[in-house]
């Protein structure tokens, strides 16, 4: 039995509502589903067949225009009405070009593309709501019921025809029910549910969340939702069980409750993922060590495991310490200025004043992945920060900068035949033997410049100081040919 499928909705005369449910009643066993649909030559309307499949699980919605301007742009409440024929899906992944309402390109009756669409559409074989779409699944059912109830019927006694027939009346008074009544008070199953849209309309959002009590995991990217302050408290109360929150690009959410009130709304949160953000002041813990003096008592942290702050942050490297100082138990952490945003930035705003080195980092035993392209040092700073990073005995991946690879190779004293000293020396502070994969960023130097491109020396200095690497990403520009003259130097290592 098929599990999982892909589908495209591509321009078609031949793909009808009808064609739709009766495949996908076939399908009774398919729990995954991928759709790429076409929005000029189909509505949403044509999704509500989904509601077919009652073992779905996992849907993952594709939304795109082959054709732009000639047919209307449906908005996000027409997609995800997809829920309530599909309610007991877990995870939802929507994708595409959602528009917000009154902005949709009007339908040009004259063209010769609307006339050939005209002429192959079938309207009515589409359910005008998700309602019907429901109502015409319960009559589907209905109907074969009744039609085993009449092969049996050849088969039992006139008793057992009459306590058939009696089963048949009500599957008819079923489905003669009122569609609304069953529907009205629908609630999501929703665990998990991904959006990467243009628009999404706020009160599209609460409605869809409010209807998610479950919802575990929320991701938004390159998605503008305008929630306000109010919207932020029904989405806390509506979903009480998030434990993952992740918002990608600084104009997905305009407004992001500061760290304090975000942790009271959701108090369960244990991943917090703010990439290329807008920050109108950096995430700060430093409340956390305030005694609330009626209680007597400090506030309360959810069991934060994963952090991420990236973006317009004024003091990195204070932002860094201050959560490496006061958080425990933290196994992914990542700091930083976002290169999507700096050039427009005043670099004033980061001052690069040395750091007090001397509060234990909380998150020493737990701490596996650790991200720092974005934090600039100074010398001193950056000697102290690496030489506590070797005392993280869980690190399997680090991320830093090509600004601080060639710092460190200037501070590494050399050896009296030209090369670096014996590892493990004291005089060796970019030394790391647990980190298995090494992620090399970029960031703008002070002076507003791209750093020159990596050379074949500078990554074996790299290579060389963590003899247990197996995987080098590098996203800062290379000498031509460089990843593919150190695959055949290193054939250990993956690099990418």
Sequence with gaps: ?????????????????????????????????????????????????????????????????????????????????????????????VLGAFMEPGLGVSHIKNSIGHQVQKAFSCPELAPSTPQQAIGRLQHLRSSSTRSLARDLNQHHTSSSRRTQSEASQLSLSSMKAPIHSTTMNITYSLRRLEIRTVMLDEFDFISMVSKSPHLNELM??????????????????????????????????RY????????????KLEVLHLEDQHFELDPDFLYTEVVD??????????????????????????????????????????????????????????????????????????????????VRFDDPSLIKFFRQVQSLTKLRKLGVSIYHVRQAIELTP?????????????????????????YIGSIISREGEMPDAVTYDEMAFVIVSMPEMRTLELKHMSEAGLKDLLSCDYAGIKFC
Aim: proline share 6%.
């Design 256 to 267: 992001i409750p500061k760290l304090p009130d975000l942790f009271l709304f959701f108090p």
């Design 220 to 253: 938004i990217d390159t998605c503008t939702v305008n929630l306000s302050l109010e919207n932020w408290i029904v989405f806390s109360e509506r979903c009480p069980e998030l434990r993952i929150l992740k918002v990608v690009d600084g104009d997905t959410m």
């Design 414 to 438: 050399l050896g009296p035949s030209g090369e670096y000293p014996l590892l493990g020396s004291e005089s060796v502070f970019f030394y790391f033997p647990t980190v298995r994969s090494i």
């Design 293 to 374: 003096q009626t209680t007597g008592k400090r506030p309360k942290l959810p069991p934060l495991t994963h952090l991420h702050f990236t973006g317009t942050l004024r003091r990195p490297l204070r932002v860094l310490m201050h959560t490496l100082a006061l958080i425990p138990k933290l196994e992914y952490l990542a700091v930083g200025l976002s290169l999507h945003f700096i050039g427009g930035v005043d670099s004033s705003m980061f001052p690069t004043t040395e750091y007090s080195f001397d509060q234990p980092w909380r998150s020493m035993d737990t701490l596996a992945h650790l991200d720092v392209s974005g």
């Design 1 to 93: 039995m098929v599990e999982s499928l892909s589908l495209t909705f591509q321009r078609s005369a031949w793909i009808s509502y009808n064609v739709l449910e009766e495949c996908f009643g076939r399908l009774t066993k398919l729990t995954t589903l991928h759709i790429f649909i076409d929005g000029s030559q189909f509505s949403p309307a044509m999704l509500w067949s989904l509601s077919q499949l009652r073992s779905l699980t996992k849907l993952t919605l594709c939304v795109y225009y082959h054709n732009w301007f000639i047919t209307r742009h449906y908005t996000s409440k027409d997609y995800l009405a997809i829920l309530d024929c599909c309610s007991q899906v877990q995870d939802l992944r």
